[in-house]
C-alpha cells in the first residue's frame, strides 16, 4: 500500500472539508460545543469516512451508474449504524451528547462527496488515505472550533477550568456562538489567504 | 393531545430551535441557496413538502415495522432509504406532469435527499415522540405537524436571509468576508435575536 | 455638468447631511443621560463615556486598518456607543462596556461595509450579544435614587439591586409602590437610558419637530403593544394594564430612537406600517408569554431582518410598469 502524502496533506489545507469546500457544517457546528464532542463526532465520521471509501472502491465496477448514489447510501448508512450501535455499548455519554448527529452523518456531505468524487473513481489504497485526510481535516477543524466555544464558553479545556476569574461569555455554548465562530474563522482564513497572494 | 403542545412545537420549530439557526439543519443548503429570494422560495417549498411526506412515512414505517418486528436499530438505513426513494419518486412526478416546474427545481430537488433537516426531523420525531419504543399519545399528528413546522422554520430562515442577501449585493462589504463568512455572521444575528421566544410559555 | 447619483438608502432630499441628523439624535439623547446620571449617580456616566469612547475607538481602529477614510466626526460611532450605554444596567462592568460597544461597532456596523450599509441596528446588536453572553450581569439593576448612598461613591459601592417592573410582573408578582409618575420620572430599576420617560420624550419630540424622524414608526409601535397589553395584558380579556405596558421597559426608548434609524427600517410609508406593527407584536408577545420579561431589542432585530424582504415587497409602483 503506497501511502501518497500529498492525497493526505490536501485533506487538511488546501481542501479542508470545513473551512475550504465548507461541508458537512451542520454536525460541525452542533457539536463542537465542547472538545471531547468534537473529538468523538471527528473519530465517528473518519470510521464511516475510511469504510464507506473502502467498499465504494471495492464495488465501483460493479455498481451501475443509474443507481449508484442509493448504493452508496446505504454502504454509509450501514457503517453509520455499526457506529451508532457501537457508541451506544461503550460511550453512552458520548452518545447522548452527539444525539442525532450520529446517524446524521449518513447525510453528511463529506462522507458522500468524498464518496462520489473520489472513491469512487479511485483504488483502494489511495481511497483510504483520502479518508485518512479528510477524515483527519475534519477532526482538526473540529478541535479548532472546540476549542474556541468551549475555552471562550465555558472558560475550560477538556473539562478542566483554565481561566481563574474569567467570565465565560456565554454565547458561545450557544447555536449563534457557533455561527459566529465561523463566520469569523472563515473570514479570516480568506484574510490570510488574500494577504498571502 | 393538547392545544398547548402544538403551540409549543411550532414556537419551537419556527423560532426558539429554528431548524437551521438553531439545530444546524440544511445549513449546507441554506448558506448555499440563500443568495436570491426565487430560488430560496423554490428550495423552502419543495423542502417543507419533503419534511412533512416523510414525516408521515417515516413514522409509519418505524411503528408498523420496526417497532413490530423489534428492530428499530435499522432506523437509519430504513429512513435514509424511504427519503432517497420519495425524492426520487416527486422528481419523476414533477417531471411527468409539469417540465417548467421541474427545470425551474433545476439541481435543488434531488439535493434535498441529503439535506439534514429532512433525515434529521424523522429522527427528531422518534426521540421525542416514542418513549421506550412505545408511542405517546398523539404521537403520529405532533410529528407530521413537526414535519410542517420545521418546513415553515426553514422558509422563514430562508426567506429572511435571502432578502438581507440580496440587498448587501449593493454594498462594498469588505473583500475578506463576502459571501460565506458574511452570511454566518447574519445567521448568528438571527439566531440571536430568535433567542428571545426562549422559555415560551402559553 | 451634471452628475448622475447613484446610491442606495438613504436617500435624503433635503440639505442635511448625514452627520447633523446624527448629530442631533445624539444631542436629543442627552436629556435621558442626564436624568440616568441623577438616578443612579456617577456610575451611569462612567457606563455612557466607556460606551462612547469604546465607540468611537472601534471604528478609527478598524477604518484605518481596512484602509478607509476615517469618518469618526460624522457621529455615528459615537451614537451607536451612546445608545448601546443606554441599555445598559447602571453597574455593568467595565469590560462589559467595552466589549459590547466593539462588538456593536465592528460586527453590527463596520462588516457591513460601514455607515448606510447595515442591516440590523448596532446599539442592539451590541445589547443582544451582551445579553447572551453574561445574562447575569445584564439583568443585574441597580437601585435608583439611593438615599444614603453618596452620589460620588455609586462608582464603587456595591449598589443594591432592584428589579425592573417588568421582571416583577413576569415573576407574577403585583407592582408595589409604583405609580404611573414614577415610571414617567424613571423612578425604578432598569437600563440606564430607558427608565426616564420624560427625559426621551422631550428628545424624541425635538427629533419630530425638525422632521428627523417621523410619528408614524414610533406611535404604531407603541400604539401595537398597547393594544395588545390591554387585550390579552390580564386574567380577563381587554382589561390589561396598557399605560403600564407602553411606560415599563424599554419600549419608549427602542421605539422613538432605535425602530426609527433610516438605515435598518423600510423605505416605504406601507413597509414602515408593516414594520412598526411587525415590531409591536413581538414585543407583545414575548412580554406576554415568552421567558424574557422585555423583547424589545428582539422584536426590533427580528423586524431589522425583515426590511429588506418587506422593502421587496412594497416597493412603490414605478409609472408605466
Redesign the interface.
Known amino acids: 500500500m503506497k501511502f501518497e502524502s500529498k492525497e493526505f496533506i490536501k485533506g487538511i489545507v488546501k481542501e479542508n472539508p470545513t473551512f475550504v469546500l465548507a461541508l458537512g457544517l451542520c454536525p460541525t457546528l452542533a457539536v463542537s460545543t465542547a472538545l471531547t464532542n468534537g473529538l468523538g463526532m471527528g473519530i465517528a465520521a473518519t470510521f464511516v469516512l475510511i469504510g464507506s471509501n473502502i467498499i465504494i472502491s471495492l464495488i465501483k465496477n460493479i455498481v451501475p451508474d443509474k443507481i449508484r448514489i442509493p448504493c452508496y447510501i446505504v454502504v454509509i448508512a450501514t457503517f453509520v449504524t455499526i457506529t451508532e450501535l457501537f457508541m451506544k455499548a461503550y460511550s453512552p455519554a458520548l452518545n447522548r451528547a452527539l444525539g442525532i448527529y450520529v446517524p446524521l452523518i449518513v447525510v453528511n456531505c463529506i462522507v458522500l462527496g468524498r464518496a462520489e468524487a473520489y472513491a469512487s473513481k479511485s483504488s483502494v489504497s489511495n481511497s483510504i488515505v483520502d479518508a485518512l485526510g479528510m477524515g483527519f481535516g475534519f477532526t482538526l477543524a473540529l478541535l479548532l472550533i472546540s476549542g474556541i466555544r468551549e475555552v471562550l464558553g465555558m472558560g475550560t479545556f477538556f473539562g478542566h477550568k483554565i481561566m481563574k476569574g474569567y467570565e465565560p461569555m456565554f454565547i458561545f455554548a450557544l447555536p449563534s456562538g457557533a455561527l459566529l465562530v465561523i463566520g469569523l474563522l472563515m473570514g479570516l482564513f480568506s484574510l490570510l489567504k488574500n494577504r498571502k497572494t | 393531545m393538547n392545544i398547548g403542545q402544538f403551540l409549543a412545537i411550532f414556537i419551537s420549530a419556527v423560532f426558539v430551535y429554528n431548524v437551521i439557526l438553531s439545530r444546524f439543519l440544511g445549513l449546507c443548503s441554506f448558506i448555499a441557496i440563500s443568495k436570491e429570494t426565487k430560488p430560496a422560495i423554490a428550495m423552502s417549498l419543495a423542502v417543507m413538502f419533503v419534511t412533512t411526506m416523510s414525516s408521515i412515512i417515516t413514522w409509519l414505517i418505524y411503528q408498523f415495522l420496526l417497532v413490530r418486528f423489534n428492530i428499530t436499530y435499522l432506523r437509519t438505513i430504513a429512513f435514509i432509504l424511504v427519503i432517497a426513494t420519495f425524492v426520487q419518486l416527486v422528481e419523476m412526478i414533477i417531471k411527468k406532469i409539469s417540465p417548467p416546474l421541474y427545470r425551474f427545481f433545476g439541481i435543488y430537488l434531488p439535493l434535498i435527499t441529503v439535506n439534514c433537516a429532512v433525515l434529521g426531523v424523522a429522527v427528531l420525531n422518534i426521540d421525542m415522540f416514542f418513549i421506550n419504543g412505545k408511542a405517546i399519545a398523539g404521537s403520529f399528528y405532533y410529528s407530521v405537524f413537526q414535519g410542517v413546522c420545521v418546513g415553515v422554520g426553514y422558509t422563514v430562515a430562508m426567506l429572511l436571509m435571502s432578502g438581507i442577501r440580496e440587498r448587501l449585493d449593493f454594498c462594498n462589504v469588505p473583500e475578506c468576508v463576502k459571501d460565506f463568512p458574511l452570511a454566518f455572521i447574519i445567521a448568528s444575528i438571527m439566531s440571536m435575536s430568535f433567542m428571545g421566544f426562549n422559555g415560551f410559555k402559553l | 455638468m451634471n452628475k448622475l447619483i447613484v446610491s442606495?438608502s438613504p436617500h435624503l432630499h433635503t440639505n442635511e447631511s448625514a452627520a447633523k441628523i446624527m448629530w442631533a439624535v445624539f444631542i436629543s439623547l442627552l436629556p435621558a443621560g442626564i436624568a440616568a446620571i441623577f438616578i443612579f449617580g456617577l456610575a451611569a456616566l462612567w457606563v455612557i463615556f466607556l460606551g462612547v469612547i469604546s465607540a468611537v475607538i472601534t471604528e478609527g481602529l478598524l477604518q484605518r486598518f481596512?484602509k478607509k477614510k476615517i469618518t469618526l466626526t460624522d457621529g455615528s460611532a459615537a451614537l451607536t456607543g451612546l445608545l448601546l450605554s443606554y441599555n445598559l444596567p447602571a453597574n455593568s462592568p467595565w469590560w462589559l462596556v467595552v466589549i459590547g460597544s466593539f462588538f456593536a461597532v465592528a460586527?453590527g456596523k463596520?462588516?457591513?461595509?460601514?455607515l448606510g450599509?447595515n442591516?440590523?441596528n448596532p446599539a442592539l446588536?451590541g445589547r443582544?450579544?451582551l445579553m447572551?453572553?453574561?445574562?447575569k450581569?445584564m439583568t443585574n439593576f441597580m437601585k435608583p435614587l439611593n438615599t444614603g448612598i453618596n452620589f460620588f461613591s455609586s462608582l464603587h459601592y456595591d449598589a443594591l439591586t432592584a428589579a425592573t417592573p417588568l421582571m416583577t410582573v413576569k415573576e407574577g408578582k403585583a407592582i408595589t409602590g409604583i405609580s404611573y409618575w414614577d415610571l414617567l420620572l424613571g423612578k425604578h430599576g432598569g437600563c440606564l437610558g430607558e427608565v426616564c420617560i420624560l427625559a426621551l420624550l422631550a428628545g424624541a419630540l425635538f427629533l419630530l419637530i425638525k422632521k428627523y424622524i417621523s410619528w408614524h414608526i414610533p406611535i404604531i409601535y407603541i400604539a401595537t403593544v398597547g393594544l395588545f397589553s390591554w387585550i390579552f395584558g390580564s386574567k380577563g380579556l381587554f382589561s390589561g394594564d396598557w399605560i403600564f405596558a407602553i411606560l415599563s421597559g424599554g419600549l419608549v426608548l427602542g421605539a422613538f430612537f432605535m425602530a426609527t434609524d433610516y438605515v435598518t427600517s423600510p423605505l416605504t410609508r406601507k413597509g414602515q406600517v408593516i414594520f412598526a406593527s411587525g415590531c409591536g407584536i413581538?414585543t407583545a408577545v414575548?412580554r406576554l408569554?415568552?421567558?424574557?420579561p422585555e423583547?424589545v431589542?428582539?422584536?426590533i432585530?427580528?423586524m431589522n431582518?425583515?426590511?429588506?424582504?418587506i422593502?421587496?415587497y412594497t416597493k412603490n409602483r414605478i409609472f408605466g410598469r
Open positions: 442606495y481596512n460586527i463596520q462588516i457591513f461595509g460601514g450599509q442591516i440590523f446588536v443582544v450579544f447572551t453572553c453574561w445574562p450581569y413581538l414575548i408569554w415568552g421567558g424574557y423583547g431589542s428582539y422584536a432585530l427580528i431582518a425583515a426590511t429588506p424582504i422593502d421587496r
